[in-house]
């Protein structure tokens, strides 16, 4: 099992910047891409960014250029520092991970999030 704990939401005015932290632990063993995700109230969750063990990353169109997913191998832990604020970036942010086999196949029905982190931004 992994565990997954989101820190650093909060509430921040339009333009402003917050970083937030997803730190694992348990079997880490295996895990290689981690992801962030959000959901705002009454709507689907959504893809934010991705990144691998190797450093490569992806983003969500609407996050491009002003997010940025980091990672500390060391310490099991992936951030996302957030700039240029807007109101419509306020959703609750989720940690994602999965484990692979050396394979690169997914280890059986592991799917492992983070109890989430609000983010809320004021107009």
């Known amino acids: 099992q992994v565990q997954l704990v989101e820190s650093g939401g909060g509430l921040v005015q339009a333009g402003g910047s917050l970083r937030l932290s997803c730190a694992a632990s348990?079997?880490?063993?295996?895990?290689?891409?981690m992801d962030w995700y959000r959901q705002a109230h009454g709507k689907q969750r959504e893809f934010v960014a991705t990144i691998t063990n190797g450093g490569g990353t992806m983003y969500a169109s609407s996050v491009k250029g002003r997010f940025a997913i980091s990672r500390d191998n060391a310490k099991n832990t992936v951030y996302l520092q957030m700039n240029s604020l807007k109101p419509e970036d306020t959703a609750t942010y989720y940690c994602?991970?999965?484990?692979?086999?050396?394979?690169?196949?997914?280890?059986?029905?592991?799917?492992?999030w983070g109890q989430g982190t609000q983010v809320t931004v004021s107009s």
């Open positions: 994602h991970t999965y484990r692979t086999l050396p394979s690169g196949m997914r280890w059986g029905n592991d799917d492992y």
């Open positions: 348990g079997s880490i063993v295996g895990i290689n891409t």
